[in-house]
């Protein structure tokens, strides 16, 4: 077991910090998406955005660092399945890591 020292015990990391987390990332399959911009409506982290015009409007992950936490609500919204979240999202530094086990696409109701 590991304990804290003094200096890491003053430090809270921050989730909005690069040094302590990795974001969530998602891939966009812009074959299949028609720039219906739901997705970006009900991301919790604000993290997509549509943009382009007519046929190209598409959506975009933000690039630097997007506030994307994996919740894969984007991918349970699409209805034309074009979002997968292929990378989740991780705290380092001292925070333990839970197996999460494998990321799965939500349930259908
Ligand atoms: S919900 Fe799907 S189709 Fe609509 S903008 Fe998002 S990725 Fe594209
Ligand atoms: S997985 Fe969640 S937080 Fe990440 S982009 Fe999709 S809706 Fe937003």
Same mark, same amino acid.
């Given at each position: ?27 966009? $399959?812009?074959?299949? %998406?028609?720039? +219906?911009?739901? !997705? #970006?409506? &009900? *991301?919790?982290?604000? =993290? ?15 690039? $630097?660092?997007?506030? %994307?936490?994996? +919740?894969?609500? !984007? #991918?349970? &919204? *699409?209805?034309?399945? =074009? ?27």
């Amino acid at each position: 077991m590991s304990y804290l020292n003094l200096i890491e015990r003053l430090r809270i990391p921050t989730y909005d910090n690069e040094e302590y987390a990795t974001t969530g990332r998602v891939r966009i $399959d812009h074959e299949k %998406c028609n720039g +219906c911009g739901m !997705c #970006a409506m &009900i *991301c919790p982290g604000n =993290a997509l955005y549509i943009a382009g015009e007519g046929k190209n409007k598409k959506a975009y992950l933000e690039k $630097d660092f997007p506030q %994307c936490m994996s +919740c894969n609500n !984007c #991918a349970a &919204i *699409c209805e034309r399945d =074009a979002i997968i979240v292929n990378v989740t999202y991780d705290f380092g530094y001292f925070y333990k890591i839970l197996h999460r086990g494998e990321m799965k696409p939500p349930r259908k109701f």
